[in-house]
């Protein structure tokens, strides 16, 4: 994409895009991820849990940190499609419900959770689009901590953040074992999504760029 002539390039990682105009004569922008307000939405919460869940590919760095929180009695619940058999047998992977997880039904699975625990990618210096989704829908989003992140959400009130271990342990079990700190957490982190962080809201911005 760095040869084609296109007018704009859009990357969601703010730190590729600085690395790429401070070095290249290309028109890359910075965009971050989004949710689909008519998919990631607030539903009722009618099926409590005291899990957090985590939706996704279980890759190593991943799968280190679930068997770590799994071991340190942390109630984990694993969606996505089917694990890789390479990856071994991890005791944290019999927590995997084998249910990969789409639309309404990802929107009730966050809803209904003590929190969606969103790591991220050790390479990944932006917001993914989990943090997008899980907070459109109302969910209490634990989330890796990036210097882009606080652009987007307000940190412990509309997402709860991380950087060591220890931190996303007491946080975990924070969430967990109170329900009001998962409403109130939801609750907030859709009304920012939902007034802020849609795609119809990136396409305008997108727009306004090319135009």
């Known amino acids: 994409m760095l040869l084609a002539p ?7 990682d703010p730190l590729l895009v600085s690395r790429l105009t401070n070095l290249l004569d290309v028109p890359a922008y910075y965009l971050p991820e989004a949710c689909n307000p ?5 539903v009722r919460r009618d ?7 985590v939706a996704g590919n279980v890759y190593p760095s991943r ?17 996505g499609g ?26 009730a699975v966050f809803r209904n959770a003590a929190g969606v625990l969103n790591n991220l990618h050790p390479a990944e210096m932006g ?20 210097p882009a992140l606080h652009e987007l959400f307000d940190a412990d009130r509309e997402v709860i953040l991380f950087s060591t271990y220890e931190q996303l342990l007491d946080r ?16 907030a ?6 007034a802020e962080h849609t795609y119809d809201r990136r396409l305008v911005d997108l727009l306004e760029r090319l135009v």
């Open 6 to 12: 296109y007018d704009a390039i859009f990357f969601k």
């Open 38 to 42: 008519s998919w990631h939405r607030p």
């Open 47 to 53: 099926k409590l849990t005291r899990q957090l869940v």
């Open 63 to 79: 799968l280190r940190l679930l068997e770590q929180l799994n071991k340190d009695g942390v109630p984990l619940a694993l969606y």
């Open 82 to 107: 089917r694990r890789s058999s390479w990856l071994g047998d991890w005791e944290v992977l019999s927590l995997h419900t084998g249910t990969y997880l789409a639309r309404h039904e990802k929107a």
């Open 127 to 146: 917001a993914n689009a989990r943090l997008f989704e899980a907070a459109g829908c109302g969910a209490a989003v634990l989330c890796e901590d990036r």
């Open 172 to 187: 975990a079990r924070r969430l967990v074992e109170d329900p009001a700190l998962t409403e109130r957490i939801g609750d």
């Open 189 to 194: 982190a859709a009304t920012r999504a939902h």
